[in-house]
C-alpha cells in the first residue's frame, strides 16, 4: 500500500527514493570521503557546496548507504535570465555561442555578434567514425592511440562522462598505454595545470569533454611538427559540447585534427533517441548509409537542444510573475 491517509508524509519519502534512482554515480555525482558530491553536468566538474532540494539529496544519500545530512530548504530561486537582468550592462565572450543567437535574444534581450578568427583555422574536422557497438570503438581508439605512439603526437581523448573516461582509462591500462586520466573523481585542483600539458610530445589524456575549460593547451614545436593535437571524442553529445571539444585542437591557427567515434550504444542516443529513432539507425547501420545516419545525429541534436531552449523559455516566463512579487518585497 503506497498511500495512507495516516502517514501521508511516506508519500513523499516514496517518491524521493523513486526520483534517486534516476540519478547515475560517477555522472550525476560522486562519492568523495563518505560525502555526496553533485557533478556540473556542463563543465564535468565537482560542486562541493550544492545540493538538490526537497529531499532528494538525502533520497541519493540513502541509496548509496552513506551518512545523511540535513535537508537544506530553498528560500528563494531566480532564473539566470533574470539574475542577469538585474545588471544594467551585461555582455559576454563564447565560441560557440552563434548557433544560440536566437536564444539570446528572446531571452537576454541581447545580439550575437560573430568576429572572424585572427588567423585562419588549420584543423583538420575529419568525418565521423561509426560503429554498431562500443567494443569496435574502443578498438578503433587503440588504433588511433598507437599511430599517435609511433609519431609522439600528443592526443586529447573526451568522453561524456566520468563514468565513461574510468571505462576508456581501464581499457588503455589494459594495453599497457600509459596515459593521464583527469575528472572530478581524480581531483580538480591540479586539473588546469594538468590539461596545459597535454599538448607535450608523446602526452595522451583522457577526461571529460569539458575537462580544462578555459585552459590553453601549449604545443611545442615538436608537437606542432607531429601534426599538433589531436582531439578525439569517443561518443556523441550536444552539438555546443562537441564543437567546445573540437575547439581545443588548432588555435591560434596552429595544426591540429578532430575527430568523433560514434556507436550505436552512446549514452547520448539511449538517453534522447527514441526506440524507432535506434531501430531506424541499426538499419541504415546494416546497409552502410552512413551519410544518412550522421543527418540523423545532427538532427537529434538540434531536437534536443531546441527542447532545452523551450524549457528555459518557459521557465523564464513563469519566473517574470515572481520576479513582480520580489520587486514588491
Same mark, same amino acid.
Given at each position: 500500500?503506497?498511500?495512507?491517509?495516516?502517514?501521508?508524509?511516506?508519500?513523499?519519502?516514496?517518491?524521493?527514493?523513486?526520483?534517486?534512482?534516476?540519478?547515475?554515480?560517477?555522472?550525476?555525482?560522486?562519492?568523495?570521503?563518505? @560525502?555526496?558530491?553533485?557533478?556540473?553536468?556542463?563543465?564535468?566538474? @565537482?560542486?562541493?557546496?550544492?545540493?538538490?532540494?526537497? *529531499?532528494?539529496?538525502?533520497?541519493?544519500?540513502?541509496?548509496?548507504?552513506?551518512?545523511?545530512?540535513?535537508?537544506?530548504? &530553498? @528560500?528563494?530561486?531566480?532564473?539566470?535570465?533574470?539574475?542577469?537582468?538585474?545588471?544594467?550592462?551585461?555582455?559576454?565572450?563564447? *565560441?560557440?555561442?552563434?548557433?544560440?543567437?536566437?536564444?539570446?535574444?528572446?531571452?537576454?534581450?541581447?545580439?550575437?555578434? %560573430?568576429?572572424?578568427?585572427?588567423?585562419?583555422? !588549420?584543423?583538420?574536422?575529419? &568525418?565521423?567514425?561509426?560503429?554498431?557497438?562500443?567494443?569496435?570503438?574502443?578498438?578503433?581508439?587503440?588504433?588511433?592511440?598507437?599511430? %599517435?605512439?609511433?609519431?609522439?603526437?600528443?592526443?586529447?581523448?573526451?568522453?561524456?562522462?566520468?563514468?565513461?573516461?574510468?571505462?576508456?582509462?581501464?581499457?588503455?591500462?589494459?594495453?599497457?598505454?600509459?596515459?593521464?586520466?583527469?575528472?572530478?573523481?581524480?581531483?580538480?585542483?591540479? &586539473?588546469? &595545470?594538468?590539461?596545459?600539458?597535454?599538448?607535450?610530445?608523446?602526452?595522451?589524456?583522457? *577526461?571529460?569533454?569539458?575537462?580544462?575549460?578555459?585552459?590553453?593547451?601549449?604545443?611545442?614545436?615538436?608537437?606542432?611538427?607531429?601534426?599538433?593535437?589531436?582531439?578525439?571524442?569517443?561518443?556523441?553529445?550536444?552539438?555546443?559540447?562537441?564543437?567546445?571539444?573540437? *575547439?581545443?585542437?588548432?588555435?591560434?591557427?596552429?595544426?591540429?585534427?578532430?575527430?568523433?567515434?560514434?556507436?550505436?550504444?552512446?549514452?547520448?542516443?539511449?538517453?534522447?533517441?527514441?526506440?524507432?529513432?535506434?531501430?531506424?539507425?541499426?538499419?541504415?547501420?546494416?546497409?552502410?548509409?552512413? @551519410?544518412?545516419? !550522421?543527418?540523423?545525429?545532427?538532427?537529434?541534436?538540434?531536437?534536443?537542444?531546441?527542447?532545452?531552449?523551450?524549457?528555459?523559455?518557459?521557465?523564464?516566463?513563469?519566473?517574470?510573475?515572481?520576479?513582480?512579487?520580489?520587486?514588491?518585497?
Amino acid at each position: 500500500k503506497v498511500w495512507d491517509d495516516e502517514k501521508e508524509y511516506q508519500h513523499h519519502y516514496i517518491q524521493n527514493a523513486l526520483i534517486a534512482q534516476t540519478f547515475e554515480k560517477d555522472k550525476d555525482y560522486i562519492i568523495e570521503d563518505g @560525502k555526496l558530491v553533485l557533478i556540473d553536468q556542463n563543465t564535468g566538474r @565537482k560542486l562541493p557546496d550544492n545540493q538538490y532540494s526537497f *529531499g532528494i539529496n538525502q533520497a541519493i544519500e540513502a541509496k548509496e548507504n552513506i551518512e545523511i545530512t540535513n535537508e537544506s530548504i &530553498e @528560500k528563494a530561486r531566480i532564473t539566470h535570465p533574470t539574475f542577469f537582468h538585474l545588471y544594467q550592462n551585461f555582455s559576454g565572450l563564447s *565560441g560557440t555561442l552563434f548557433s544560440a543567437k536566437e536564444e539570446f535574444s528572446d531571452l537576454y534581450g541581447k545580439g550575437v555578434v %560573430c568576429i572572424a578568427p585572427r588567423k585562419k583555422i !588549420q584543423r583538420k574536422d575529419l &568525418e565521423d567514425e561509426i560503429f554498431d557497438n562500443k567494443e569496435d570503438k574502443l578498438e578503433a581508439l587503440l588504433q588511433i592511440v598507437e599511430d %599517435c605512439q609511433k609519431t609522439g603526437r600528443p592526443l586529447l581523448i573526451g568522453t561524456s562522462s566520468i563514468k565513461e573516461s574510468f571505462e576508456v582509462h581501464e581499457f588503455l591500462e589494459n594495453h599497457g598505454i600509459s596515459h593521464q586520466l583527469i575528472n572530478a573523481k581524480t581531483g580538480s585542483k591540479e &586539473e588546469n &595545470e594538468q590539461i596545459m600539458h597535454a599538448g607535450e610530445m608523446g602526452k595522451i589524456t583522457v *577526461g571529460t569533454n569539458m575537462v580544462g575549460r578555459g585552459t590553453d593547451i601549449k604545443l611545442s614545436k615538436e608537437s606542432l611538427k607531429a601534426g599538433g593535437l589531436y582531439v578525439v571524442s569517443f561518443s556523441k553529445d550536444l552539438s555546443r559540447i562537441e564543437k567546445q571539444l573540437r *575547439g581545443r585542437a588548432g588555435r591560434q591557427g596552429e595544426v591540429g585534427t578532430s575527430k568523433f567515434l560514434v556507436s550505436l550504444e552512446d549514452p547520448f542516443l539511449k538517453e534522447h533517441g527514441k526506440e524507432k529513432i535506434l531501430a531506424i539507425l541499426k538499419n541504415l547501420y546494416r546497409n552502410h548509409k552512413i @551519410k544518412k545516419m !550522421q543527418t540523423i545525429f545532427s538532427k537529434l541534436q538540434k531536437n534536443t537542444e531546441e527542447d532545452s531552449f523551450a524549457l528555459r523559455k518557459y521557465m523564464n516566463d513563469y519566473d517574470i510573475l515572481f520576479d513582480q512579487l520580489r520587486e514588491k518585497f
